[in-house]
């Protein structure tokens, strides 16, 4: 069954802020990739990146979430000129929260990790709408269009 709301946590994220999802009082996107600096999550983070300024001008601000370290965000974000947050959910708070984290085969190996996942949340924490098992390619593109049609 699909979410419907997102729970209330608080976690720490780039430039020294805090993500507090109950206090956020606006729309955005929060986007849920397995790890910093891979192939995968840099080519999602540069889509979204590119198209930041249409989603801002859409209301939408931008999250991206993982289990990586602040210290490995700061440097992915600056590494990748990402004008948008990073949350660092050493501990799964939110991954538990969401139901992101699954078993995954790697290499012919199962491995426990966060399936790519993103969310379209509204101000009053409400999930419009939610992909799951994301493929990168295009996404950013399919998630801007939906906003637009919200």
Known sequence: ???TSIASFQLPATG???FNQSL???????YCYPKDNTPGCSQQASQFRDLYPQFVACGYAIYGLS???LKSHENFKKKFDLPFELVSDTEEIACLA??????KNMYGKQV???ERSTFV???KGKILKQWRGVKVPGHAEEV????QTL
């Open 144 to 147: 801007l269009k939906t906003i």
């Open 24 to 30: 956020k009082g606006e729309s955005y996107i929060l």
């Open 1 to 3: 069954m699909p979410l």
């Open 16 to 18: 020294g802020k805090t």
């Open 67 to 69: 289990r990586d370290s």
């Open 98 to 103: 969401l139901d992101v984290m699954k078993m």
């Open 112 to 114: 426990r990790g966060i």
């Open 121 to 123: 949340i509204d101000g």
